[in-house]
């Protein structure tokens, strides 16, 4: 029995982007998906459009063939010879289908798969590109969904969907030119249920549309539980949270089930309802076609061929529903597709922006204001000076603005009010990619990609040597540890290092920032986790690593910050006061509050 979950629990998977859009058909974001198909337009579409071409003249041409010349001249003049001609002309022109088919098959494919490739790489590199912010408000198995399972859906529209629905269109206007040509009263008689069939289809469409919608929004919240479950396995198993965990998959697994009912359940009704119209119709050409034959107005060749012609027609009706459903599935897809493609970063760079190739590394921060929700500030108005080759400690409680300055710097985001200025220059006229060359990050958490060790630390600068490498390594004292591992540097570590402890990570990260040679490094918070023999080693590894640099230290642990040239102290927001450790400890104000709390009589 599923274990029943407390509804506000379920909230957390509620995430405003994957709405259900309700709005309706686009035709222009339809045309928009089909400019991925512009590229092949010379190419591959030709080819399969001459081989749609084929097979649809070919299907038209055999009733012809059996109707007029093998029923009422071969037969009806008992003329063996041209039976047989128009037997071999038609086992002929089924090989003809046969080949032109197998082309066709695998020239959509080939384009389906191209578009595919296009679309994900468009998407994937434009997501690179999107600012902090849009990262903030959405979960990392939210994003998973839109590059992988949206694109996917698409699949099969554009591998089959596009050139089925090209054939049925061109078989559907073929068929309808020759019915209306063979007895246009017949024609009329049967196909008279038409006008009710597109009455109810179009009815059906909003409701079909907003169930795959749905069964799309289900499916994020599928994979951002899982992401976050696999990600937090070591947090749900010492809670013993399991138990907790599976119900509550339980539970959203049982939504998307049910979203994928109702959405199949829907598309279920458009194949019965085609096949009772199609029902009606031979119905109609039965009693009425045997009406006109009778009264002489039909002949029985023309009968036999209209009976083909019609089993013709309401195939590719048939079809249709299934492509339109399958078109229906794909604007549900590029709808959230085209939201993620139409977010523009908030940090964007100037039309020609300057690119400076070596920065001197002088921050100024002039009056600046930000907050990361319009309605509370994480930076009041605050005004700092951090000179080129300087070592900038910040310092303060939880919620100060640490964290947030040198978010400023890297120009992750940028200020609503204030300027930040790099050398001089306003950093928003500088080059986003020449500026974060510059600058190096180590984080608390270190993130550890998968691969070898000598891959993680050459991410800094992929154009290192191997001896780069290393002695960087050996700069932050990592190498100690990497040469005891059973392959050293090529030994390879899954995704988020796991094989590797919490301040083996850490030294990782110090390797990978320094070889990227920055004019600027952040620490934020770089060695809380590292014990106090491996700090010792680091601090006089920065020592020589940091000169000449400017350096940003967010530390809450203070032993880490003594030799900086400057510390300033934050509170909500505030610079509270400012200087080296000496004349900040003479003037017993907050920082020295700060140290005593942490270290006694030990530092004063």
Excluded: C
């Excluded at 066709?104 to 998407?123: A, C, F, S, T």
């Excluded at 190096?440 to 191997?466: K, W, Y």
Aim: no cysteine; aromatic share 8%; glycine share 6%.
């Amino acid at each position: 029995m599923t274990k029943q979950i407390n509804p506000s629990v379920l909230k957390r998977f509620r995430y405003s982007s994957d709405d259900v859009i309700d709005a309706p058909f686009n035709w222009s974001q339809l045309a928009r998906l089909f400019t991925y198909v512009k590229p092949y337009s010379k190419t591959l579409l030709p080819k399969a459009f001459i081989a749609v071409t084929i097979t649809t003249l070919i299907r038209l041409i055999i009733p012809i063939l059996i109707g007029e010349y093998a029923i009422n001249q071969a037969l009806e003049n008992k003329d063996a010879q041209m039976l047989w001609v128009v037997v071999t002309s038609i086992a002929g022109l089924y090989i003809v289908n046969t080949i032109a088919n197998r082309y066709r098959i695998r020239w959509m494919n080939e384009l389906g798969q191209n578009v595919i490739y296009d679309l994900r790489k468009h998407l994937f590199t434009h997501v690179q590109w999107l600012s902090h912010r849009f990262f903030d408000q959405r979960s990392a198995g939210s994003i998973l969904v839109r590059i992988m399972n949206d694109i996917n859906s698409l699949q099969e529209l554009f591998t089959n969907g596009v050139i089925n629905l090209l054939m049925d269109l061109l078989l559907l206007a073929g068929v309808l030119i020759i019915l209306f040509t063979l007895s246009p009263p017949l024609a009329l008689a049967v196909l008279v249920i038409l006008p009710l069939m597109f009455f109810i289809s179009t009815t059906l469409r909003k409701n079909i549309r907003r169930s795959w919608q749905d069964v799309r929004m289900k499916q994020a919240k599928i994979n951002a539980h899982l992401n976050e479950s696999i990600q937090g396995m070591r947090i749900t198993q010492s809670f013993t949270q399991e138990n907790e965990n599976m119900a509550f998959f339980n539970g959203i697994n049982e939504e998307s089930f049910e979203s994928w009912r109702v959405a199949t359940k829907k598309n279920s009704m458009f194949r019965p309802f085609v096949e009772m119209t199609n029902a009606v119709g031979s119905v109609v050409l039965i009693l009425y076609g045997a009406y006109l034959i009778q009264n002489n107005q039909l002949d029985l060749g023309a009968f036999v061929a209209f009976a083909f012609y019609l089993g013709m027609f309401w195939e590719p009706i048939s079809r249709l529903g299934q492509i339109y459903n399958q078109l229906l599935m794909g604007m549900a897809s590029s709808e959230r597709i085209f939201e993620f493609l139409d977010e523009q970063p908030l940090v964007h760079e100037k039309a020609n922006p300057t690119k400076i190739n070596q920065l001197q590394g002088h921050i100024e921060f002039e009056n600046v204001q930000f907050g990361y929700e319009k309605d509370r500030l994480a930076l009041k108005g605050i005004s700092l000076d951090m000179k080129a080759g300087e070592t900038v400690a910040l310092v303060g409680h939880t919620g100060s603005g640490k964290t947030t300055i040198a978010n400023l710097v890297s120009r992750f985001y940028d200020p609503t009010d204030g300027v930040v200025k790099m050398d001089g220059m306003d950093i928003r006229d500088l080059s986003l990619s020449a500026l974060r060359e510059q600058i190096s990050i180590v984080l608390q958490e270190t993130f550890i990609f998968s691969g070898t060790i000598m891959d993680n630390i050459r991410f800094g600068n992929p154009h290192a040597t191997d001896e780069e490498v290393m002695k960087a390594a050996e700069a932050v004292g990592a190498n100690r540890f990497i040469e005891r591992l059973s392959n050293g540097y090529d030994t390879e570590v899954e995704e988020r290092g796991n094989i590797l402890s919490v301040g083996e990570r850490q030294l990782l990260s110090f390797a990978r920032a320094l070889l990227a040679n920055p004019r600027i490094i952040i620490l934020d918070e770089a060695t809380a986790s590292i014990d106090t023999e491996t700090e010792l080693q680091i601090q006089q590894a920065l020592r020589t690593l940091l000169k000449n640099r400017t350096a940003i230290m967010i530390a809450h642990r203070l032993s880490t910050i003594r030799e900086a040239n400057q510390i300033i102290v934050l509170e909500q927001g505030r610079v509270l006061e400012s200087g080296d450790h000496d004349s900040l400890m003479k003037d017993r104000g907050h920082y020295h509050q700060l140290v005593m709390s942490q270290f006694g009589e030990a530092l004063n």
